[in-house]
Nanobody, 117 residues
Framework: QVQLVESGGGLVQPGGSLRLSCVAS????????MGWYRQAPGKQRELVAG???????NYAESVKGRFTISRDNAKNTVYLQMNNLKPEDTAVYYC???????????WGQGTQVTVSS
């Protein structure tokens, strides 16, 4: 059974920081591209950051320079360090695991991030 369990969300003031974590089980973690997506009310889910099995990273333009994605294959965990948070970063953040090689795609349950004073 595949599980992706996110944690680390919460309420933070503008300019603050949060670190999201996603622990995966039931998959060969090192072989998957891991990503963080977010969905704000009334908007479509969008990619925030992704990291391939080889360590290649990409970010949405809106978070470049503020967010950092990383992975620890020994811990089956992907992280998203979010600095200088803005109200427009408010959303539910979802962890994603994708393997194009074996046509598998999994989602976590999401964690709420609210940026407000």
């Amino acid at each position: 059974q595949v599980q992706l369990v996110e944690s680390g969300g919460g309420l933070v003031q503008p300019g603050g920081s949060l670190r999201l974590s996603c622990v995966a089980s039931g998959i060969i973690f090192s072989g998957y591209t891991m990503g963080w997506y977010r969905q704000a009310p009334g908007k479509q889910r969008e990619l925030v950051a992704g990291i391939t099995s080889g360590g290649r990273i990409n970010y949405a333009e809106s978070v470049k320079g503020r967010f950092t994605i990383s992975r620890d294959n020994a811990k089956n965990t992907v992280y998203l360090q979010m600095n200088n948070l803005k109200p427009e970063d408010t959303a539910v953040y979802y962890c994603n695991a994708n393997s194009a090689l074996i046509f598998r795609n999994y989602w976590g349950q999401g964690t709420q991030v609210t940026v407000s004073s």
